[in-house]
Protein backbone atom coordinates (compact mmCIF):
# COMPACT_ATOMS: atom_id res chain seq x y z
CA UNK A 1 0.00 0.00 0.00
CA UNK A 2 1.46 3.44 -0.67
CA UNK A 3 2.18 5.65 2.17
CA UNK A 4 0.83 9.16 2.26
CA UNK A 5 4.14 10.46 2.04
CA UNK A 6 4.45 8.89 -1.32
CA UNK A 7 1.43 9.76 -2.24
CA UNK A 8 2.16 13.37 -1.71
CA UNK A 9 5.62 13.31 -3.29
CA UNK A 10 3.76 12.10 -6.38
CA UNK A 11 1.15 15.24 -6.19
CA UNK A 12 3.78 17.35 -6.27
CA UNK A 13 5.19 16.35 -8.72
CA UNK A 14 2.45 16.12 -10.94
CA UNK A 15 1.94 19.61 -10.25
CA UNK A 16 4.47 20.65 -12.04
CA UNK A 17 4.97 22.19 -15.54
CA UNK A 18 8.14 20.19 -16.10
CA UNK A 19 8.28 16.70 -17.59
CA UNK A 20 9.88 14.77 -14.71
CA UNK A 21 10.45 11.08 -14.76
CA UNK A 22 12.82 8.07 -12.79
CA UNK A 23 14.51 5.19 -14.08
CA UNK A 24 16.50 2.57 -12.55
CA UNK A 25 19.87 1.42 -14.03
CA UNK A 26 18.60 -0.72 -16.32
CA UNK A 27 17.07 2.77 -18.36
CA UNK A 28 13.79 0.91 -17.32
CA UNK A 29 11.33 4.03 -16.86
CA UNK A 30 9.94 3.71 -13.16
CA UNK A 31 8.01 7.15 -12.65
CA UNK A 32 6.89 9.99 -14.90
CA UNK A 33 4.69 12.56 -13.96
CA UNK A 34 1.47 14.18 -15.58
CA UNK A 35 3.83 17.11 -17.75
CA UNK A 36 5.71 14.01 -18.90
CA UNK A 37 3.19 12.09 -20.07
CA UNK A 38 1.37 14.24 -21.74
CA UNK A 39 4.26 15.06 -23.75
CA UNK A 40 5.19 11.26 -24.57
CA UNK A 41 3.01 9.13 -23.28
CA UNK A 42 2.82 7.05 -20.33
CA UNK A 43 6.41 5.13 -20.86
CA UNK A 44 6.56 3.62 -17.15
CA UNK A 45 8.04 -0.03 -17.63
CA UNK A 46 9.80 0.95 -21.00
CA UNK A 47 13.05 1.67 -21.71
CA UNK A 48 13.70 5.23 -21.94
CA UNK A 49 15.08 5.54 -25.51
CA UNK A 50 11.94 3.47 -26.49
CA UNK A 51 9.87 6.80 -24.82
CA UNK A 52 11.84 9.38 -25.54
CA UNK A 53 13.46 8.69 -29.01
CA UNK A 54 11.07 5.35 -30.18
CA UNK A 55 15.01 3.78 -30.77
CA UNK A 56 16.12 0.38 -29.86
CA UNK A 57 19.32 1.67 -29.11
CA UNK A 58 20.18 4.78 -26.54
CA UNK A 59 19.39 8.23 -27.07
CA UNK A 60 22.48 10.16 -29.04
CA UNK A 61 22.51 12.54 -26.14
CA UNK A 62 22.25 10.12 -23.19
CA UNK A 63 24.49 10.46 -19.95
CA UNK A 64 22.94 7.84 -18.32
CA UNK A 65 26.60 5.89 -17.19
CA UNK A 66 28.09 9.42 -15.93
CA UNK A 67 25.01 10.26 -14.12
CA UNK A 68 25.13 6.71 -12.41
CA UNK A 69 27.90 7.39 -11.58
CA UNK A 70 27.20 10.06 -9.42
CA UNK A 71 27.45 13.35 -11.90
CA UNK A 72 24.64 15.63 -12.63
CA UNK A 73 24.13 17.00 -16.06
CA UNK A 74 23.00 19.78 -16.94
CA UNK A 75 22.85 20.87 -20.59
CA UNK A 76 19.95 21.48 -23.67
CA UNK A 77 18.96 18.56 -25.34
CA UNK A 78 16.54 18.44 -28.84
CA UNK A 79 14.11 15.38 -29.29
CA UNK A 80 13.21 15.38 -32.85
CA UNK A 81 10.19 13.25 -31.46
CA UNK A 82 8.08 16.38 -30.71
CA UNK A 83 10.24 18.59 -32.17
CA UNK A 84 11.15 20.44 -29.53
CA UNK A 85 14.05 21.71 -27.24
CA UNK A 86 14.39 21.04 -23.85
CA UNK A 87 16.56 22.50 -21.06
CA UNK A 88 17.53 18.85 -19.16
CA UNK A 89 18.71 17.93 -15.76
CA UNK A 90 19.48 14.62 -14.77
CA UNK A 91 20.28 14.18 -11.23
CA UNK A 92 21.30 10.26 -9.65
CA UNK A 93 19.96 9.76 -5.74
CA UNK A 94 20.32 6.86 -3.91
CA UNK A 95 17.04 4.48 -2.87
CA UNK A 96 16.50 2.67 -0.05
CA UNK A 97 17.59 -0.05 -1.16
CA UNK A 98 20.81 1.02 -1.80
CA UNK A 99 20.29 0.85 -5.75
CA UNK A 100 21.08 4.08 -7.46
CA UNK A 101 18.07 5.66 -9.69
CA UNK A 102 18.03 8.55 -11.58
CA UNK A 103 15.81 11.60 -12.23
CA UNK A 104 15.34 13.65 -15.21
CA UNK A 105 14.07 17.07 -15.17
CA UNK A 106 12.93 18.49 -18.88
CA UNK A 107 12.10 21.86 -19.04
CA UNK A 108 10.69 22.92 -22.93
CA UNK A 109 12.84 26.44 -23.86
CA UNK A 110 11.09 26.01 -27.52
CA UNK A 111 9.55 29.18 -27.13
CA UNK A 112 12.69 30.87 -25.91
CA UNK A 113 15.02 29.28 -28.45
CA UNK A 114 12.77 30.04 -31.30
CA UNK A 115 12.83 33.83 -29.80
CA UNK A 116 16.84 33.77 -29.16
CA UNK A 117 16.73 33.07 -33.10
CA UNK A 118 14.43 35.86 -34.34
CA UNK A 119 16.78 38.08 -31.74
CA UNK A 120 19.47 37.02 -33.39
CA UNK A 121 18.76 37.57 -36.87
CA UNK A 122 17.07 40.64 -36.24
CA UNK A 123 20.40 41.62 -34.95
CA UNK A 124 22.02 41.17 -38.20
CA UNK A 125 19.54 42.61 -39.89
CA UNK A 126 19.77 45.81 -38.00
CA UNK A 127 23.40 45.84 -39.02
CA UNK A 128 22.63 45.09 -42.75
CA UNK A 129 20.04 47.88 -42.55
CA UNK A 130 22.93 50.37 -40.51
CA UNK A 131 25.72 49.44 -42.90
CA UNK A 132 23.93 49.70 -46.32
CA UNK A 133 21.36 52.23 -45.89
CA UNK A 134 22.19 55.18 -47.59
CA UNK A 135 21.39 57.80 -45.39
CA UNK A 136 23.58 58.83 -42.35
CA UNK A 137 23.03 56.75 -39.61
CA UNK A 138 24.80 57.94 -36.11
CA UNK A 139 24.99 56.61 -32.55
CA UNK A 140 26.76 59.88 -30.64
CA UNK A 141 27.68 60.62 -27.13
CA UNK A 142 25.97 63.25 -25.05
CA UNK A 143 29.55 64.68 -24.58
CA UNK A 144 29.63 65.32 -27.93
CA UNK A 145 31.32 61.93 -29.83
CA UNK A 146 30.48 59.55 -32.16
CA UNK A 147 30.11 55.91 -31.14
CA UNK A 148 29.24 54.87 -34.66
CA UNK A 149 28.75 55.59 -38.03
CA UNK A 150 27.28 53.87 -41.27
CA UNK A 151 29.38 54.19 -44.23
CA UNK A 152 27.19 56.90 -46.27
CA UNK A 153 27.77 59.32 -42.87
CA UNK A 154 31.32 59.15 -43.66
CA UNK A 155 31.04 59.64 -47.40
CA UNK A 156 28.44 62.19 -46.80
CA UNK A 157 31.11 64.02 -44.57
CA UNK A 158 33.96 63.18 -46.67
CA UNK A 159 35.95 60.94 -44.10
CA UNK A 160 37.29 57.88 -45.37
CA UNK A 161 39.04 56.55 -41.32
CA UNK A 162 35.74 55.36 -39.52
CA UNK A 163 38.56 55.57 -36.70
CA UNK A 164 39.02 59.20 -37.69
CA UNK A 165 35.93 59.75 -37.72
CA UNK A 166 34.85 58.95 -34.46
CA UNK A 167 37.42 60.86 -33.01
CA UNK A 168 36.20 64.48 -34.13
CA UNK A 169 34.91 66.79 -31.89
CA UNK A 170 31.08 67.22 -32.14
CA UNK A 171 30.58 71.03 -31.74
CA UNK A 172 33.72 72.12 -32.63
CA UNK A 173 34.67 69.90 -36.24
CA UNK A 174 31.10 68.88 -37.06
CA UNK A 175 28.62 71.87 -36.60
CA UNK A 176 29.51 74.87 -38.44
CA UNK A 177 27.45 77.09 -35.48
CA UNK A 178 28.51 75.43 -32.36
CA UNK A 179 25.17 76.42 -30.86
CA UNK A 180 23.11 74.35 -32.76
CA UNK A 181 24.88 71.61 -31.10
CA UNK A 182 23.53 72.75 -27.84
CA UNK A 183 20.17 73.83 -29.46
CA UNK A 184 19.94 69.95 -30.52
CA UNK A 185 21.05 68.82 -26.92
CA UNK A 186 18.26 70.86 -24.87
CA UNK A 187 15.46 69.25 -27.62
CA UNK A 188 16.46 66.16 -26.85
CA UNK A 189 16.81 66.94 -22.87
CA UNK A 190 12.96 68.50 -23.16
CA UNK A 191 11.53 65.99 -25.67
CA UNK A 192 13.42 63.21 -26.10
CA UNK A 193 13.72 63.44 -29.80
CA UNK A 194 14.10 65.73 -32.52
CA UNK A 195 12.53 65.88 -36.21
CA UNK A 196 13.85 67.19 -39.26
CA UNK A 197 15.91 69.72 -37.66
CA UNK A 198 18.03 71.91 -40.20
CA UNK A 199 21.46 72.40 -39.62
CA UNK A 200 24.75 73.01 -41.41
CA UNK A 201 27.65 70.68 -40.89
CA UNK A 202 31.12 71.00 -41.97
CA UNK A 203 32.68 68.29 -44.07
CA UNK A 204 36.50 67.36 -43.47
CA UNK A 205 37.99 69.58 -46.41
CA UNK A 206 35.98 72.79 -44.56
CA UNK A 207 33.17 72.89 -47.32
CA UNK A 208 29.84 73.36 -45.56
CA UNK A 209 26.55 70.82 -46.34
CA UNK A 210 23.13 71.69 -45.04
CA UNK A 211 21.53 68.86 -43.29
CA UNK A 212 18.02 67.39 -42.07
CA UNK A 213 18.47 66.08 -38.81
CA UNK A 214 16.57 63.56 -37.17
CA UNK A 215 17.12 61.20 -34.11
CA UNK A 216 16.31 60.60 -30.07
CA UNK A 217 17.59 59.54 -27.00
CA UNK A 218 19.04 56.33 -25.88
CA UNK A 219 18.53 55.59 -22.34
CA UNK A 220 20.15 53.76 -19.53
CA UNK A 221 18.00 51.16 -16.86
CA UNK A 222 16.97 54.00 -14.45
CA UNK A 223 15.81 56.29 -17.31
CA UNK A 224 18.79 58.68 -17.82
CA UNK A 225 20.26 60.12 -21.15
CA UNK A 226 23.45 58.57 -22.03
CA UNK A 227 23.22 59.54 -26.27
CA UNK A 228 21.72 59.68 -28.90
CA UNK A 229 20.75 58.08 -32.44
CA UNK A 230 19.52 59.33 -35.66
CA UNK A 231 19.76 60.18 -39.14
CA UNK A 232 21.65 62.96 -41.21
CA UNK A 233 20.15 63.63 -44.93
CA UNK A 234 21.97 65.25 -47.17
CA UNK A 235 19.45 68.77 -48.12
CA UNK A 236 22.01 69.88 -50.89
CA UNK A 237 19.36 68.98 -53.61
CA UNK A 238 16.35 70.33 -51.98
CA UNK A 239 18.37 73.73 -51.30
CA UNK A 240 19.32 73.44 -54.80
CA UNK A 241 15.19 73.25 -56.12
CA UNK A 242 14.44 75.81 -53.32
CA UNK A 243 16.89 78.05 -54.67
CA UNK A 244 15.55 77.84 -58.57
CA UNK A 245 11.88 78.53 -57.31
CA UNK A 246 13.34 81.38 -55.44
CA UNK A 247 14.55 82.98 -58.77
CA UNK A 248 11.89 82.03 -60.53
CA UNK A 249 9.14 83.45 -58.16
CA UNK A 250 11.69 86.93 -58.14
CA UNK A 251 11.74 86.92 -62.47
CA UNK A 252 7.85 86.16 -62.22
CA UNK A 253 6.64 88.11 -59.32
CA UNK A 254 8.13 91.71 -61.56
CA UNK A 255 6.06 90.66 -64.12
CA UNK A 256 2.75 89.71 -62.87
CA UNK A 257 2.21 92.23 -59.73
CA UNK A 258 1.07 94.91 -62.18
CA UNK A 259 -1.61 92.67 -63.72
CA UNK A 260 -4.86 93.65 -63.90
CA UNK A 261 -5.60 89.88 -64.14
CA UNK A 262 -5.44 87.95 -60.92
CA UNK A 263 -2.34 85.67 -61.21
CA UNK A 264 -0.90 83.13 -59.08
CA UNK A 265 1.85 80.64 -59.35
CA UNK A 266 2.25 77.18 -56.85
CA UNK A 267 5.09 74.43 -56.47
CA UNK A 268 4.07 70.94 -58.08
CA UNK A 269 2.50 70.34 -54.56
CA UNK A 270 0.26 72.83 -54.20
CA UNK A 271 1.94 75.30 -51.68
CA UNK A 272 1.88 79.41 -53.00
CA UNK A 273 4.81 80.76 -54.46
CA UNK A 274 3.31 84.25 -56.31
CA UNK A 275 0.19 86.23 -55.35
CA UNK A 276 -0.16 89.35 -57.17
CA UNK A 277 -2.36 92.61 -55.94
CA UNK A 278 -4.73 91.90 -58.80
CA UNK A 279 -5.49 88.14 -56.65
CA UNK A 280 -5.18 90.20 -53.82
CA UNK A 281 -8.74 92.61 -54.58
CA UNK A 282 -10.19 89.39 -56.13
CA UNK A 283 -9.87 86.53 -53.89
CA UNK A 284 -9.82 88.42 -50.48
CA UNK A 285 -6.65 87.11 -48.87
CA UNK A 286 -3.42 89.22 -48.41
CA UNK A 287 -0.56 87.98 -49.86
CA UNK A 288 1.71 88.07 -46.72
CA UNK A 289 -1.23 85.47 -45.58
CA UNK A 290 -0.65 83.36 -48.59
CA UNK A 291 2.54 82.71 -49.74
CA UNK A 292 4.47 80.13 -48.46
CA UNK A 293 1.38 79.31 -45.91
CA UNK A 294 -1.80 78.49 -47.98
CA UNK A 295 -1.89 75.44 -50.40
CA UNK A 296 -3.64 76.75 -53.67
CA UNK A 297 -6.67 74.00 -52.91
CA UNK A 298 -8.14 76.11 -50.44
CA UNK A 299 -9.19 78.60 -52.99
CA UNK A 300 -10.80 75.79 -55.61
CA UNK A 301 -14.36 74.12 -54.82
CA UNK A 302 -13.41 70.50 -53.35
CA UNK A 303 -11.83 68.31 -56.30
CA UNK A 304 -11.66 70.81 -58.54
CA UNK A 305 -7.51 71.59 -57.59
CA UNK A 306 -6.86 67.80 -58.66
CA UNK A 307 -8.69 68.40 -61.78
CA UNK A 308 -6.96 71.55 -63.17
CA UNK A 309 -4.14 69.53 -62.78
CA UNK A 310 -5.36 66.86 -65.07
CA UNK A 311 -5.95 68.93 -67.66
CA UNK A 312 -2.57 70.86 -67.61
CA UNK A 313 -0.68 67.21 -67.99
CA UNK A 314 -3.44 66.46 -71.14
CA UNK A 315 -2.94 67.42 -74.44
CA UNK A 316 -7.20 68.26 -74.86
CA UNK A 317 -7.05 71.56 -73.41
CA UNK A 318 -4.60 73.24 -75.37
CA UNK A 319 -1.32 70.93 -75.37
CA UNK A 320 0.17 69.27 -72.57
CA UNK A 321 1.36 72.11 -69.77
CA UNK A 322 -1.43 74.44 -71.18
CA UNK A 323 -5.03 75.56 -69.93
CA UNK A 324 -6.37 77.20 -72.72
CA UNK A 325 -9.29 79.70 -71.60
CA UNK A 326 -11.50 77.63 -69.16
CA UNK A 327 -14.64 78.43 -66.82
CA UNK A 328 -13.82 78.50 -63.56
CA UNK A 329 -15.41 79.10 -59.98
CA UNK A 330 -12.73 80.38 -56.84
CA UNK A 331 -13.80 80.73 -53.17
CA UNK A 332 -13.32 83.98 -51.58
CA UNK A 333 -11.78 84.81 -48.06
CA UNK A 334 -15.45 86.03 -46.83
CA UNK A 335 -16.85 83.11 -48.70
CA UNK A 336 -18.11 84.17 -51.67
CA UNK A 337 -18.20 82.34 -54.94
CA UNK A 338 -16.02 83.96 -58.10
CA UNK A 339 -16.99 82.83 -61.26
CA UNK A 340 -14.37 83.40 -64.36
CA UNK A 341 -11.96 82.26 -66.88
CA UNK A 342 -8.69 80.50 -65.75
CA UNK A 343 -5.65 80.24 -68.21
CA UNK A 344 -2.97 77.86 -66.45
CA UNK A 345 1.28 76.82 -67.25
CA UNK A 346 3.12 74.35 -66.03
CA UNK A 347 6.71 75.54 -65.66
CA UNK A 348 9.87 73.27 -66.22
CA UNK A 349 13.45 73.43 -65.52
CA UNK A 350 16.03 73.08 -67.59
CA UNK A 351 16.06 69.57 -67.70
CA UNK A 352 12.60 69.40 -68.79
CA UNK A 353 10.94 68.75 -65.28
CA UNK A 354 7.83 70.32 -63.91
CA UNK A 355 8.42 73.18 -60.79
CA UNK A 356 5.75 75.31 -61.01
CA UNK A 357 2.26 76.01 -62.09
CA UNK A 358 1.30 79.78 -62.92
CA UNK A 359 -2.15 80.38 -63.22
CA UNK A 360 -4.34 83.64 -64.64
CA UNK A 361 -7.77 84.09 -63.42
CA UNK A 362 -10.06 87.12 -65.33
CA UNK A 363 -12.61 88.00 -62.77
CA UNK A 364 -16.19 87.73 -64.85
CA UNK A 365 -18.60 88.63 -61.67
CA UNK A 366 -20.02 92.11 -63.14
CA UNK A 367 -20.29 90.51 -66.87
CA UNK A 368 -21.93 87.60 -65.74
CA UNK A 369 -24.07 88.81 -63.32
CA UNK A 370 -25.12 91.75 -65.88
CA UNK A 371 -25.92 88.78 -67.82
CA UNK A 372 -28.21 86.83 -65.28
CA UNK A 373 -30.01 90.28 -64.45
CA UNK A 374 -31.21 90.76 -68.15
CA UNK A 375 -31.58 87.25 -68.33
CA UNK A 376 -34.07 87.29 -65.15
CA UNK A 377 -35.81 90.48 -66.74
CA UNK A 378 -36.33 88.93 -69.65
CA UNK A 379 -38.25 86.35 -68.00
CA UNK A 380 -39.75 88.52 -65.89
CA UNK A 381 -41.51 90.05 -69.25
CA UNK A 382 -42.36 87.01 -70.38
CA UNK A 383 -43.82 85.76 -67.32
CA UNK A 384 -46.00 89.17 -67.26
CA UNK A 385 -46.85 88.65 -70.81
CA UNK A 386 -47.92 84.71 -69.75
CA UNK A 387 -49.94 86.59 -66.68
CA UNK A 388 -51.98 89.31 -69.12
CA UNK A 389 -52.95 86.65 -71.66
CA UNK A 390 -53.77 84.35 -69.26
CA UNK A 391 -55.68 87.63 -67.20
CA UNK A 392 -57.12 88.01 -70.47
CA UNK A 393 -57.96 84.31 -71.41
CA UNK A 394 -59.72 83.85 -68.10
CA UNK A 395 -61.68 87.11 -68.34
CA UNK A 396 -62.93 85.50 -71.90
CA UNK A 397 -63.78 82.28 -70.59
CA UNK A 398 -65.85 83.74 -67.59
CA UNK A 399 -68.03 85.49 -69.95
CA UNK A 400 -68.07 82.93 -72.45
CA UNK A 401 -68.52 80.06 -70.17
CA UNK A 402 -70.34 81.07 -66.90
CA UNK A 403 -73.72 81.27 -68.45
CA UNK A 404 -73.73 77.97 -70.32
CA UNK A 405 -71.87 76.43 -67.51
CA UNK A 406 -74.90 77.57 -64.43
CA UNK A 407 -77.45 76.22 -67.50
CA UNK A 408 -75.84 73.05 -67.60
CA UNK A 409 -75.55 72.51 -63.97
CA UNK A 410 -79.20 73.73 -63.67
CA UNK A 411 -80.30 71.45 -66.19
CA UNK A 412 -78.69 68.32 -64.46
CA UNK A 413 -80.06 69.10 -61.08
CA UNK A 414 -83.65 69.57 -62.47
CA UNK A 415 -82.69 65.98 -63.64
CA UNK A 416 -82.32 64.94 -60.68
CA UNK A 417 -85.45 65.38 -59.80
CA UNK A 418 -87.25 62.74 -62.65
CA UNK A 419 -84.30 60.20 -62.37
CA UNK A 420 -85.08 57.62 -59.03
CA UNK A 421 -81.84 57.60 -56.92
CA UNK A 422 -81.84 53.75 -57.75
CA UNK A 423 -81.66 53.88 -61.08
CA UNK A 424 -78.23 53.52 -62.79
CA UNK A 425 -78.61 56.12 -65.06
CA UNK A 426 -78.62 58.31 -61.77
CA UNK A 427 -75.14 57.61 -60.79
CA UNK A 428 -73.89 58.95 -64.42
CA UNK A 429 -75.90 61.90 -64.15
CA UNK A 430 -74.62 63.06 -60.26
CA UNK A 431 -70.71 62.06 -61.68
CA UNK A 432 -71.78 64.74 -64.90
CA UNK A 433 -73.28 67.15 -62.32
CA UNK A 434 -69.83 66.65 -60.00
CA UNK A 435 -67.30 67.14 -63.24
CA UNK A 436 -69.50 70.32 -63.93
CA UNK A 437 -69.15 71.96 -60.68
CA UNK A 438 -65.69 71.16 -60.46
CA UNK A 439 -65.15 72.58 -63.90
CA UNK A 440 -66.90 75.88 -61.99
CA UNK A 441 -64.81 75.85 -59.39
CA UNK A 442 -61.61 75.46 -61.73
CA UNK A 443 -62.96 78.91 -63.39
CA UNK A 444 -63.37 80.22 -60.00
CA UNK A 445 -59.39 79.38 -59.41
CA UNK A 446 -58.37 80.77 -62.35
CA UNK A 447 -60.38 84.47 -61.67
CA UNK A 448 -59.26 84.54 -58.54
CA UNK A 449 -55.73 84.37 -60.27
CA UNK A 450 -56.31 86.76 -62.85
CA UNK A 451 -58.12 88.96 -60.63
CA UNK A 452 -58.39 87.97 -56.92
CA UNK A 453 -61.07 89.38 -54.94
CA UNK A 454 -61.15 92.35 -53.38
CA UNK A 455 -63.07 91.60 -50.06
CA UNK A 456 -63.50 93.84 -47.14
CA UNK A 457 -61.32 92.11 -44.47
CA UNK A 458 -62.45 91.78 -40.68
CA UNK A 459 -60.77 90.74 -37.80
CA UNK A 460 -60.88 86.72 -37.65
CA UNK A 461 -60.47 84.18 -35.42
CA UNK A 462 -58.00 81.40 -37.41
CA UNK A 463 -59.16 78.51 -34.93
CA UNK A 464 -62.59 79.33 -35.88
CA UNK A 465 -62.27 79.49 -39.57
CA UNK A 466 -60.23 76.35 -39.33
CA UNK A 467 -62.96 74.54 -37.18
CA UNK A 468 -65.30 74.70 -39.95
CA UNK A 469 -63.07 73.48 -42.68
CA UNK A 470 -62.46 70.49 -40.95
CA UNK A 471 -65.74 69.79 -39.79
CA UNK A 472 -66.96 69.94 -43.66
CA UNK A 473 -64.12 67.91 -44.87
CA UNK A 474 -64.19 65.56 -41.73
CA UNK A 475 -66.29 62.81 -43.52
CA UNK A 476 -65.01 63.08 -46.78
CA UNK A 477 -61.61 62.29 -45.18
CA UNK A 478 -62.59 59.05 -42.86
CA UNK A 479 -64.31 58.21 -45.97
CA UNK A 480 -60.67 58.08 -47.59
CA UNK A 481 -59.00 56.56 -44.44
CA UNK A 482 -57.56 59.70 -43.32
CA UNK A 483 -57.55 60.42 -39.48
CA UNK A 484 -57.59 64.18 -38.34
CA UNK A 485 -55.29 65.28 -35.23
CA UNK A 486 -56.20 69.25 -33.97
CA UNK A 487 -53.89 70.86 -31.82
CA UNK A 488 -55.17 74.21 -31.90
CA UNK A 489 -53.90 76.99 -29.73
CA UNK A 490 -56.50 78.82 -27.25
CA UNK A 491 -55.97 82.68 -26.84
CA UNK A 492 -54.54 82.88 -29.78
CA UNK A 493 -55.25 86.97 -31.42
CA UNK A 494 -57.14 88.22 -34.26
CA UNK A 495 -56.12 88.06 -37.88
CA UNK A 496 -57.39 90.93 -40.83
CA UNK A 497 -58.16 89.22 -42.91
CA UNK A 498 -60.71 88.13 -45.75
CA UNK A 499 -62.67 84.82 -44.44
CA UNK A 500 -63.53 83.82 -47.86
CA UNK A 501 -60.21 84.02 -48.81
CA UNK A 502 -58.89 82.06 -45.95
CA UNK A 503 -61.12 79.86 -46.84
CA UNK A 504 -60.35 79.21 -49.85
CA UNK A 505 -56.39 79.00 -48.67
CA UNK A 506 -57.66 76.02 -46.23
CA UNK A 507 -59.93 74.25 -48.16
CA UNK A 508 -56.68 74.24 -50.90
CA UNK A 509 -54.38 72.98 -48.49
CA UNK A 510 -56.68 70.10 -47.21
CA UNK A 511 -57.38 69.28 -50.52
CA UNK A 512 -53.82 68.87 -51.57
CA UNK A 513 -53.19 66.89 -48.27
CA UNK A 514 -56.53 64.25 -49.04
CA UNK A 515 -54.59 63.99 -52.77
CA UNK A 516 -51.52 62.77 -51.29
CA UNK A 517 -52.60 60.83 -49.12
CA UNK A 518 -54.18 57.87 -51.89
CA UNK A 519 -53.85 55.14 -49.07
CA UNK A 520 -54.91 57.01 -45.97
CA UNK A 521 -52.95 58.74 -44.01
CA UNK A 522 -52.93 61.68 -41.25
CA UNK A 523 -53.71 65.23 -41.51
CA UNK A 524 -52.48 67.11 -38.43
CA UNK A 525 -53.12 71.11 -38.05
CA UNK A 526 -52.13 72.80 -35.35
CA UNK A 527 -52.05 76.40 -34.72
CA UNK A 528 -49.82 78.72 -31.92
CA UNK A 529 -48.39 82.22 -31.50
CA UNK A 530 -45.31 83.21 -32.62
CA UNK A 531 -44.71 86.72 -31.53
CA UNK A 532 -46.80 89.11 -33.34
CA UNK A 533 -47.74 86.17 -35.83
CA UNK A 534 -49.84 83.21 -35.89
CA UNK A 535 -48.87 80.40 -37.12
CA UNK A 536 -50.80 77.58 -38.76
CA UNK A 537 -49.20 74.16 -39.46
CA UNK A 538 -51.00 71.24 -41.83
CA UNK A 539 -49.05 68.40 -42.44
CA UNK A 540 -49.78 64.96 -43.99
CA UNK A 541 -48.04 62.19 -43.77
CA UNK A 542 -48.50 61.14 -47.58
CA UNK A 543 -46.23 61.26 -50.46
CA UNK A 544 -44.29 64.07 -50.01
CA UNK A 545 -42.48 66.31 -52.64
CA UNK A 546 -39.39 66.06 -54.65
CA UNK A 547 -36.76 68.05 -53.69
CA UNK A 548 -36.33 69.35 -57.16
CA UNK A 549 -39.82 70.69 -57.10
CA UNK A 550 -40.08 72.54 -53.71
CA UNK A 551 -38.68 75.63 -55.21
CA UNK A 552 -41.14 75.54 -57.48
CA UNK A 553 -44.58 74.55 -56.16
CA UNK A 554 -46.09 78.27 -55.95
CA UNK A 555 -45.29 79.16 -59.10
CA UNK A 556 -47.68 79.94 -61.58
CA UNK A 557 -49.02 76.63 -63.95
CA UNK A 558 -46.64 74.65 -61.63
CA UNK A 559 -48.31 71.40 -60.97
CA UNK A 560 -47.32 67.79 -60.22
CA UNK A 561 -50.81 66.16 -60.65
CA UNK A 562 -52.35 64.86 -63.90
CA UNK A 563 -54.24 67.28 -66.42
CA UNK A 564 -57.70 66.02 -65.10
CA UNK A 565 -56.96 67.16 -61.33
CA UNK A 566 -55.75 70.79 -61.64
CA UNK A 567 -53.78 72.91 -63.92
CA UNK A 568 -51.17 74.39 -61.21
CA UNK A 569 -53.39 77.56 -59.97
CA UNK A 570 -54.40 76.28 -56.17
CA UNK A 571 -51.19 76.94 -54.26
CA UNK A 572 -49.90 79.85 -56.51
CA UNK A 573 -53.34 81.51 -55.38
CA UNK A 574 -52.78 80.54 -52.03
CA UNK A 575 -49.17 82.08 -52.02
CA UNK A 576 -50.91 85.53 -53.26
CA UNK A 577 -53.61 86.08 -51.00
CA UNK A 578 -51.15 85.11 -47.62
CA UNK A 579 -48.52 87.29 -49.08
CA UNK A 580 -51.59 90.03 -49.62
CA UNK A 581 -52.22 89.67 -45.88
CA UNK A 582 -48.59 90.32 -44.60
CA UNK A 583 -47.76 86.67 -44.15
CA UNK A 584 -46.12 84.13 -45.46
CA UNK A 585 -46.24 80.27 -46.16
CA UNK A 586 -42.92 77.83 -46.21
CA UNK A 587 -42.82 73.88 -47.39
CA UNK A 588 -41.29 71.04 -45.44
CA UNK A 589 -41.30 67.74 -47.32
CA UNK A 590 -39.48 64.42 -47.53
CA UNK A 591 -40.44 62.42 -50.53
CA UNK A 592 -42.25 59.50 -48.82
CA UNK A 593 -43.04 60.76 -45.46
CA UNK A 594 -45.08 63.83 -45.53
CA UNK A 595 -45.44 67.47 -46.22
CA UNK A 596 -45.78 70.31 -43.99
CA UNK A 597 -47.09 73.44 -44.91
CA UNK A 598 -46.27 76.74 -42.52
CA UNK A 599 -48.30 79.64 -43.14
CA UNK A 600 -47.74 82.90 -40.91
CA UNK A 601 -50.01 85.58 -40.36
CA UNK A 602 -49.46 88.92 -38.35
CA UNK A 603 -51.74 89.43 -35.57
CA UNK A 604 -54.64 92.51 -35.44
CA UNK A 605 -53.42 95.45 -33.61
CA UNK A 606 -57.26 97.05 -33.07
CA UNK A 607 -55.55 100.33 -31.24
CA UNK A 608 -52.71 100.63 -34.55
CA UNK A 609 -54.23 103.58 -37.24
CA UNK A 610 -55.20 101.97 -40.08
CA UNK A 611 -53.26 102.05 -43.55
CA UNK A 612 -55.27 103.52 -46.28
CA UNK A 613 -55.25 100.37 -48.92
CA UNK A 614 -54.00 102.90 -51.45
CA UNK A 615 -50.76 103.37 -49.23
Known sequence: MIDQKTMLTTAILDAFEDGIYVMNQDLVVEYMNSAMIAEFGDGVGKKCHQVLNQSVDKCPWCQSDEVFKGKTIRREVHIPLVEKTYYLIEIPFENTDRTISKLSIYRNITARKQQEQKLHASQEDFKNLFEHMATGVFI?????????????????????????????????????????????????????????????????????????????????????????????????????????????????????????????????????????????????????????????????????????????????????????????????????????????????????????????????????????????????????????????????????????????????????????????????????????????????????????????????????????????????????????KYRLAEGLGLVKASKNQLRQVFLNMVANARDAMANGGTLTVTTGPDGDNVVIDITDTGSGIREEHIDKIFDSFFTTKSEVKGVGLGLSVCYGFIKEHGGDIEVKSREGVGTTFVITLPVHNSDAPEKNEAE
Open 140 to 484: SSKEGKFLNANQALLDMLGYKSKEEFLNIDLPQDLYLRPEDRDTFKQMMERDGRVIDYEVEFKRKDGSTIPILLTGHARYDQQGNIIGYEGLNVDLTQRKLMEKELREAYDFMNKIVQSSPNSITATDMKGNTLIWNQAAEETLGYKAGDVIGKMNIRKIYPEGVARKVMQMLRSDEYGGVGRLSTYPMVYVRHDGEVIEGNLSAAIIYDAKGKGIASVGSFVDLRDRLEMERALRHTQEQLLQSEKLAAMGRLTSQIAHELNNPLYGIMNTLELLKTEISPDNRRRKILEMALSETVRLSDLLRKMLSFSKPDQEERHPVDINSVLDEILLLHEKQLKENDINI
